[in-house]
């Protein structure tokens, strides 16, 4: 007789488990005991064991897939054992594990058919090309760093606020002219050069590196769900209560003032 297996609660405050990796494939032997895969908690990675002994039929669920308690992943049966009426009903359990995985992101077991790229639109730059400039700033002409204030080997002498506003906007101080003594850049230069040196356009991170999309482990998930909960069901107020120390000052002042005598 074909025995199920479902995604067991591996810790006391467990409502779901994401199965991080199987241990075993469809068609394998497995024994009573024997560890089928790997499963995170809300706590940690767990092993989940079998509870029959044949071959691993079926595998319901991908690895990086999160479900709920109770959920069918798997059945173990005899080799030529009907099962199609257990595999019918893991629909909604596929569903399920679809809809927790992030967006964009395939299951492990399938691999992705490479779609071609689309053609750009006529006219625009290839990518990867810098963004063009705009005309303003195309036909302003760079200013030519003076040589008073590149000396100590080369280094631009600067004040520190205008240091860091350049690292603020993005300017290189090396090509803008100072006007402070001996051709030290000051505030009122790295003003004036911000709208002239089009160092912010290079220095800006491409659209690929503004972000990173990492999927949400299941330990995540229960930080934001205690949470919202520390402060939401149960009512919070707040007790004040002031004290007039003045008094108290007083009687200790008087107090030591005694034993002193």
């Known amino acids: 007789m074909a025995t199920k297996v479902f995604m067991e609660a591996l810790s006391p405050t467990m409502e779901e488990g994401r199965l991080v ?3 075993k494939n469809e068609g394998d032997a497995v024994k009573s005991g024997d560890v089928l895969a790997e499963v995170e908690t809300d706590k940690a990675v767990m092993e989940l064991s079998a509870r029959g002994e044949g071959l691993l039929r079926k595998r319901l669920v991908n690895e990086g897939d999160a479900v709920p308690v109770g959920t069918l992943v798997g059945v173990i049966g005899a080799a030529g054992e009907d099962i199609g009426a257990l595999v019918a009903g893991s629909g909604a359990a596929a569903a399920t594990a679809a809809a927790s995985r992030p967006a964009g992101v395939p299951p492990a077991a399938a691999t992705p058919a490479s779609s071609p ?7 625009a730059p290839p990518v990867g090309a810098p963004a063009p400039l705009s005309p303003l700033t195309a036909r302003a002409p760079l200013p030519s760093p003076p040589a008073a204030g590149a000396g100590n080997g080369g280094r631009t002498i600067a004040s520190p606020i205008a240091r860091r506003m350049a690292d603020e906007r993005g300017l290189d101080l090396s090509r803008v002219t100072g006007s402070g003594p001996g051709g030290r850049v000051i505030k009122r230069d790295v003003e004036a050069a911000g709208s002239v040196l089009p160092s912010a356009v290079s220095r800006r991170p491409s ?4 972000f990173e999309d990492i999927g949400l482990t299941q330990i995540r998930k229960t930080i934001a769900r205690r949470l919202a909960e520390s402060i939401g069901p149960i009512p919070t107020f707040y007790l004040t209560a002031e004290f007039d120390l003045e008094r108290s000052l007083r009687e200790y002042e008087e107090l030591f003032e005694a034993v002193r005598r």
């Not at 790229?117 to 006219?123: F, L, N, Q, R, W």
Request: charged letters at 15%; proline letters at 21%.
């Open 117 to 123: 790229s689309p053609a750009p639109p006529v006219g």
């Open 21 to 23: 990796k199987w241990l």
């Open 207 to 210: 659209a690929a590196a503004d």
